[in-house]
């Protein structure tokens, strides 16, 4: 038994607790549950994911600091106009001073380069301390492989966009992208072992479509929804198209625009943890 309190640390796997147990089936099952649970990447199956468009490094500490604490927060979504102007280890060094929550790095938009670049953009956004990386990749399928496998084998999480929120992005439209465009990025995100997908939140018809498209080759895919909030979706809607699976919402100006950043953001996550 723990004297005093004492909290101890499996050599094998990591798992810290007031008993450790070293033989048999029971602590294999211990083991294969703490190993599956430190793997997730976030502590909730449904949240709210602030994207930190913000034009100062200011601004942005300040945002951490107001949002990190408030229940149902999984993350931050950080993009190329703060990482260009400050520098992405920065960014990452000032969430870690108030929060151990991941870091998604949003290039706007990766993975259109030719596949040989797949490999520096993974090493740069690892040593910069991120978890996650979004790609679009509207470069092909050549590219969209070289990436994903990139940030794989740097053991960074590939999020794969196919859809954007906005008008005029798919060829119907007057867009430049092909309408099947998409599905075929998520098709092959899927079959590259991708879990996570970016689909448009305020396209709650699009968003059952990409489920049904990605659920028939990943088991458990998870969904991030930008497009909710200014952009008119609403994360009610947006969840319930794909109820049952892991959603979050990335949501920006409506939260660090807000004269009460933290008050918007408890607003969003009560709404989104009615999911759970």
Known sequence: MPWLGEIYKCRDCGYRGALIVEDGGIAEAIKKEFEAEDKKLFHLTHGVIPACDVATIEKFKTLIEQTCSVEGIVGYKVGCTLALSYGLPKLTEIVAEQTDLPVIYDHQKAGTDIPQMGDKFAEVCVKAGVKVVIIFPMAGPAAEKAFIE????????????????????????????????????????????????????????????????????????????????????????????????????????????????????KRFCKEAMEFL
């Open 150 to 265: 990139a940030l794989f084998q740097t053991e960074l999480v590939p999020w794969v966009g196919g859809e954007m929120t906005h008008e005029k992005y798919l060829s119907g439209e007057g867009g430049f992208i092909d309408d099947n465009a998409p599905k075929e990025m998520y098709k092959i995100g899927a079959e590259c072992g991708v879990e996570y997908f970016i689909v448009p939140g305020n396209k709650p018809d699009a968003i059952r479509e990409y489920d049904a498209l990605i659920s028939g080759t990943v088991k458990e895919p998870k969904f991030c929804m930008p497009g909710i909030g200014v952009q008119g979706g609403e994360i009610r809607k947006a969840f319930e198209a794909v109820k049952g699976k892991e959603a979050y919402a990335i949501i920006g100006s409506a939260i660090y625009k807000s004269r009460d950043m933290e008050r918007a953001a």
